[in-house]
């Protein structure tokens, strides 16, 4: 069985500060990870993913997320927050044996204050 | 590319009635993944296809649920007879192999 756990409900963030959104994963074998955001009255929107080689992936919007196997966490994170950044973020893993089904996590609100 | 595609966007209907949701996914996609978000269980999976067939539905609520693609190009989510607790927004995504997912917009349903 493959699992997600987004620990926080909410990360509250200053415009202009770094963010984190946290992430960690369960999976039999190697993961495939995704991180999404849905805006309000949106469909869910890709913003990375890791599937192997270097752990430090860069996405969309100035996004990234580190892999890190030993504590099985790819949080995701961003330098310097912007408001329009404020959304709900969803983390994804698959198995690479696992057909092509995703486990979301619960989500997580990011608030970004001006 | 046009996205994937859903309709109705909004659908309102009463209890016990049928009520049929599509989706168009992107051209050259080979999956098809229907969802369900609610407030109190997140994001679920229902169906999904490959090649336009049924792969896994273990995530159907119950039989009330029905889901077809009858081609690369279209799929419908059927729920007959509808109920209050079926109110969620509904979720069609597709992809390409094992890429990412890309989702529609979703289709609101409120049962009344």
């Known amino acids: 069985a493959q699992s997600v756990a987004q620990p926080e409900d909410q990360v509250n963030v200053a415009e202009g500060n770094p963010l984190t959104v946290k992430c960690t994963y369960s999976?039999?074998?190697?993961?495939?990870l995704f991180w999404y955001v849905q805006y309000p009255n949106r469909g869910l929107q890709f913003l990375l993913k890791?599937?192997?080689?270097?752990?430090l992936v860069k996405g969309s919007y100035g996004f990234e997320a580190e892999f890190n196997k030993s504590q099985t966490s790819f949080h995701l994170k961003k330098p310097s927050a912007l408001v329009s950044d404020s959304a709900l973020y969803f983390c994804?893993?698959?198995?690479?044996?696992?057909?092509?089904?995703?486990?979301f996590g619960g989500g997580t609100r990011l608030m970004v204050k001006p | 590319d046009a996205g994937v595609i859903q309709s109705p966007r909004h659908e309102v209907t009463e209890m016990g009635q049928e009520v049929t949701l599509r989706c168009k996914p992107i051209?050259?996609?080979?999956?098809l993944f229907w969802y369900r978000q609610t407030m109190m269980r997140g994001l679920e999976l229902l169906i999904y296809?490959?090649?336009?067939?049924?792969?896994?539905d273990s995530g159907m609520p119950e039989d009330r649920f029905s889901a077809k693609m009858p081609n690369a190009s279209f799929s419908t989510l059927k729920i007959q007879p509808s109920e209050p607790r079926d109110s969620a927004v509904y979720f069609c995504?597709?992809?390409?192999?094992?890429?990412?997912?890309?989702f529609g917009p979703g289709t609101r349903l409120t049962v009344t």
């Open positions: 995504a597709s992809t390409r192999g094992v890429s990412e997912q890309y």
């Open positions: 999976v039999s074998g190697n993961p495939y």
């Open positions: 890791y599937i192997t080689g270097d752990n």
């Open positions: 994804a893993v698959r198995a690479h044996n696992a057909g092509n089904m995703l486990t």
């Open positions: 051209s050259g996609h080979d999956y």
């Open positions: 296809f490959n090649n336009n067939v049924p792969i896994d």
